[in-house]
């Protein structure tokens, strides 16, 4: 079942790390063999874990990018089964500038996965809040892209730039490109405007949302100052059960996909197919 997803959004506090760290850990807590990669030089899906950054500042993503290690050195355990870690700090930073010359520069990521992908069920890319190099690579590198989206009234704001951005990496860089799927985030139930939005994106995006709807939770927003994820931190908890949700409709999608193209024969879909935006 080998996949990379990338978790992307260019749009900052959508909750695309916790969706990152709680999609990998949920995962690997069903069983599943799992790399989180850790491509935002904020380096909080790595603190999220519990990760002491600093204790690798000689062997994180950075030092990979730039060819000076090999991935396989660079993979960390974490307190979680299963579930496998690469490290980011501020030095990725400069990763941005130092490959803006670099031969297959928007390949460096892909080829680096590919000598441990037979490792993993999945491997996770949490992505920085932009549509930089950084992001290309992650693009570059991945099976797929999931879009983290909050019920907010802004939401839909920048999303057409990175169904645009990952149409030209379809066409130019990576051929088998295709959306995972949104997943709606800081839902509030007690908020009218949640439903509205809620009901929007679901009318704009069909079946390419995730029926699992990620909550505003305090225990959510609680887990990472523990170095916890959400299923360690408090499993009971509404934002553990939908993360567990997500995680399994996830792993429902995909088999459904692949007994589909085992009846059917024809084209993938394309990075925006299935996904109309308006404006």
């Known amino acids: 079942m080998a996949r990379t997803i990338c978790i992307s959004n260019q749009k900052g506090g959508v909750g695309k790390t916790t969706t990152s760290v709680n999609l990998a850990a949920s995962l690997a807590k069903n069983g599943k063999r799992v790399l989180l990669i850790d491509l935002d030089p904020q380096g909080n899906a790595s603190s999220g874990l519990g990760i002491k950054r600093h204790e690798y500042n000689d062997r994180n993503i950075y030092h990979v990018l730039i060819g000076q290690m090999n991935i396989s050195d660079a993979i960390v355990k974490t307190s979680v089964t299963n579930l496998d870690i690469i490290v980011a700090n501020s030095d990725l930073i400069g990763a941005e500038i130092e490959l803006v010359d670099a031969e297959r520069r928007e390949y460096k990521l892909r080829e680096s996965i590919a000598a441990v992908a037979d490792l993993y069920d999945f491997t996770i890319i949490d992505c ?6 950084l992001t290309v690579n992650a693009l570059t590198a991945a099976n797929t892209f999931l879009v983290p989206l909050q019920c907010e009234y802004y939401a839909l704001e920048g999303l057409s730039q990175l169904l645009n951005t990952a149409g030209l990496i379809k066409k130019r860089l990576n051929p088998e490109l295709r959306i995972e799927g949104i997943v709606l985030t800081m839902f509030d139930a007690r908020n009218n405007l ?35 994820s959400i299923i360690d931190y408090d499993e009971k908890s509404l934002g553990a059960r939908r993360y567990r949700e997500l995680a399994e409709e996830l792993v429902r999608r995909i088999q459904n996909d692949r007994n589909r193209s085992a009846t059917a024969s024809g084209p993938a879909p394309s990075a925006e197919e299935g996904v109309p935006v308006n404006g």
């Open 128 to 133: 920085p809040p932009s549509l930089g190099l």
């Open 194 to 228: 949640s439903h509205q939005v809620v009901n929007e994106i679901q009318t704009h995006f069909g079946d390419k949302v995730f029926s699992s709807i990620i909550p505003r939770n305090v225990r959510l927003s609680e887990a990472p100052s523990h170095g916890k």
